[in-house]
């Protein structure tokens, strides 16, 4: 992980308890001795995620609609780190503003933005359902709406148009972009998951996730490559656009188009344990 990430380590069970007494419920020691939670669990994740977020990074409240998408904490706080690295290199001393596409009624990328590195974001979503999740989550913890603006993409065939505004500049831009082709798809990586962590149970995506979180035709391949080509038309708004790529074969394709339309680009490697994930950032 990064090295600024408050996540480096295992997670101190009895002072996240202590922050969030919830968790407690769903903690106990494994056949090693090891205090952990059942990760297959979703309610569980949900629960350490809140008590993450409350010991942490001082959040009042957090919730998310059942069935959506729950982020993995200490894997979203690493891409906000190396975003930090990234606009590092152009020297920037204005307050640094971002723009979360995707953001999920989690809201999870423009909090931990702005407690982490008080930058000011913007979210958006085609979610409507979403939408209002993240708005009730920046209005849980005082003073998260004076620098979070969450607003609704209501054209699909679009991605900044429409959120980015006239005269606006933005540092970055952001994406977690729907990594598979189908629902069938998003199943087989889920039962990889549980395989992983070496858990049996109902197949569920113990992370959560709607349709439009979780899978769009073509998969990542297609839309960060659309992605791509919608971002010209703001390059002059823009320092640097960013998107994590969930496979790392896809990163050739993702280039040549890249290439094609002259953006100078990078790919910046992360990893989290034993996963390793990337984010690939350009510029024109």
């Known amino acids: 992980m990064h090295p600024k990430n408050l996540h480096r380590n295992t997670y101190q069970f009895n002072k996240l308890i202590e922050t969030h007494h919830e968790l407690s419920n769903f903690v106990f020691k494994n056949e090693f001795g090891t205090t952990t939670i059942d990760f297959s669990n979703q309610n569980a994740v949900i629960e350490l ?21 729950c982020p993995p904490i200490p894997g979203r706080a690493d891409y906000i780190h190396h975003i930090a690295d990234l606009l590092d290199t152009n020297n920037i001393t204005t ?28 979210g958006s979503d085609i979610n409507s359902t979403a939408i209002d999740s993240a708005i009730k989550n920046i209005q849980a913890t005082a003073g998260l709406k004076r620098h979070i603006d969450i607003r ?87 320092t640097w656009f960013t998107c994590l790529v969930s496979k790392k074969e896809h990163l050739p394709k993702i280039h040549k188009q890249l290439n094609k339309l002259k953006a100078t680009h990078k790919t910046i490697e992360m990893s989290q344990g034993h996963k390793q994930s990337r984010f690939i950032a350009w510029q024109f």
């Open 152 to 238: 609704h993409q209501q054209d699909n065939a679009h991605i900044f148009k429409n959120i980015i505004l006239d005269g606006e500049q933005y540092h970055f831009t952001m994406c977690n972009p729907p990594f598979h082709s189908s629902e069938k798809d998003a199943q087989k990586g889920t039962l990889r998951k549980l395989n992983n962590i070496k858990q049996t149970a109902k197949l569920s995506l113990n992370f959560g996730g709607q349709a439009n979180e979780l899978w769009c035709n073509g998969g990542e391949v297609l839309f960060i490559k659309r992605m791509i080509k919608q971002s010209v038309l703001f390059k002059n708004q823009v």
């Open 49 to 69: 995620n809140r008590a993450l977020l409350k010991h942490h990074y001082k959040l009042t409240s957090w919730s998310i609609p059942e069935g959506y998408l």
């Open 95 to 122: 307050p640094i503003k971002g723009l979360d596409i995707g953001v999920g009624a989690n809201c999870i990328y423009p909090i931990l933005g702005h407690q982490i590195y008080n930058w000011t974001m913007v």
